[in-house]
């Protein structure tokens, strides 16, 4: 059998090949083992993203805020992403209601401040290990005017859901004038296009008024309860 060449740059080998990359393996696993201890008790929960650059003075701090408020005194506990702006504002109308405020944070070159509204706080160092944590305890996701991180989770729950590899949950997407070139789009393109199927459409909804979110939520489970199905749960397993 042949051997890959070495690489150009020695440092390199020495890394990919020491004892630091075993340490490192041995560190993700870790990020995964304490954050579902400490979540595993939170639920029904649901995640709540959107812009870490809007002010508090914002209408959207705002609405966000009113959102988690009324999902926390209804029974759901809010994650946010820990931080600033969007992630802020839905951990702070948690932590004054009746339900847990949660942050899931990261560890940024440039360190992301954490916000003081949070009830349970888990650090990470990976996306991926705190992007698994959003999708295995939310039974919806609440969406919320943002950019590329707020987008990136955004697709990740859809190409989740699509292809199966998680359950079905509510993924809620809030200020239609915000959204709806985005869901356009999706539309008259990627359906015409025959990118995604027609049917593919109904796994989002949006959604304005902070009540109608809770509702839309609540009917999504009604028949079933919060609790994960058998195939649900082998789902997540393997997620």
Known sequence: MKKLPPSADPE??????????????????????????RLAKIRPAVSI???????????????????????????????????????????????????????LNIQLPHEQKSNPYQDISQSFRHFFARKYMFVKFAAAYVVMPGGFG????????????QTEKSRRIP????HRPFWSGLVDWFRNILVAERMIGSEDMDLIQLI??????????????ETRGFDSLPHEREMLLNL
């Open 12 to 37: 390199i080998d020495a890394l990919t090949h020491s004892p630091r990359q075993a340490w490192r393996i041995l560190g993700i696993m870790s990020e995964f083992v304490e954050a579902t201890d």
């Open 49 to 103: 993203f959107g812009s870490a650059r809007i002010a508090p003075e914002d209408p959207y701090y705002e609405l966000t805020e009113t959102i988690a408020r009324r999902l926390s005194d209804s029974g759901f506990s809010v994650i946010s992403g820990g931080g600033p702006g969007v992630m802020e504002a839905a951990n702070k109308g948690a932590y004054f209601g009746k339900s847990p405020s949660v942050g």
């Open 150 to 161: 707020t987008l990136d989770e955004l697709m990740e729950a859809l190409t989740l859901i």
């Open 171 to 174: 993924i809620i997407l809030v």
């Open 208 to 221: 304005d008024e902070p009540e109608a979110i809770v509702e839309a939520i609540f009917k999504h489970y």
